[in-house]
DNA sequence: AACATTCGCAACCGCCTGGGT
DNA sequence: GACCCAGGCGGTTGCGAATGT
């Protein structure tokens, strides 16, 4: 059989929405067939999903939502499927057209901001650590933490305050005025941007970058935590994240 | 106004996985 | 265990619209 290919006439679409609306779409491969449709399973399934499925969300998307996705696609890498799974309405295809479109660029990092943390801290050379997506190391918690090596120029009261640890809180979405009294830090990916990395540097704390993509040693890392250790990660807006819902994917 | 370039989005491609035989 | 098939997923492409020169 000769399948269509290219843009769906909005006939096509009609056609589709009244098969599956009607009969369901147990198999895919059944549906153009049933539906008189000149199209491959595969392709249907594309168009149900993405363009006519109810309680799709059209329109442009809110800076929550692109929070949400910087966010999430931080822990989870491209893994479009399960950002779309914490955006209602939202289908995988669309993130992923954003991202590639919008969003990678606006936490693509200034090479001399990379360099100077890289000189701050050398973890990640010392211990194997390629800052990319490598495989997960055997890390336990305990492990993890001690991968993280201060830079030996580091004061010994620096070097104490990076070990005494047991909470994470993402830096560079705090202020430092919302950071202190809080003993707690922790390096993961340790590259940042932006006047809070400045500032969280020029005050020897080691973050975690909203924007990059996690190693997968840091999202081990994340797992090992309980949730009371986690306390809470906190996006621009000034609202919370649970940490579970982030990471029961 | 005409052409070139960039952007955004829809759709396709190829690979992987899981279930059935 | 080997094979087949359908579904699911991420990467990539193609095209029309928008923008720049």
Known sequence: MKHTRGLWSPDEDQKLRDYVMNYGHSCWSAVPINAGLERNGKSCRLRWINYLRPGLKKGAFSMQEEETILTLHGLLGNKWSLIAQHLHGRTDNEIKNRWHSYLKKRV??????????????????????????????????????????????????DIAKV???????????????????????????????????????????????????YSSETVNCLNKYSNEDMVQIFNFNGGDFNIEDLLSV
Request: with cysteine; glycine share 6%; aromatic share 6%.
């Open 108 to 157: 693509a990092k200034p090479e001399h901001l990379d360099s100077q943390i890289k000189q701050k801290y050398t973890n990640y050379s010392n211990t194997g650590h390629t800052g990319s997506s490598t495989s997960p190391s055997s890390s336990s918690l305990s492990s993890c933490m001690t991968s993280v090596t201060p830079n030996p120029s580091l004061e010994s009261t």
């Open 163 to 213: 070990n005494k640890l047991p909470k994470i809180l993402f830096a560079d979405w705090l202020s430092l005025e919302e950071f202190n009294g809080h003993e707690s830090s922790i390096c993961t990916d340790g590259i940042s941007n932006g006047s809070n990395y400045q500032e969280a540097l020029a005050n020897d704390l080691v973050l975690n970058d909203r924007g990059s993509t």
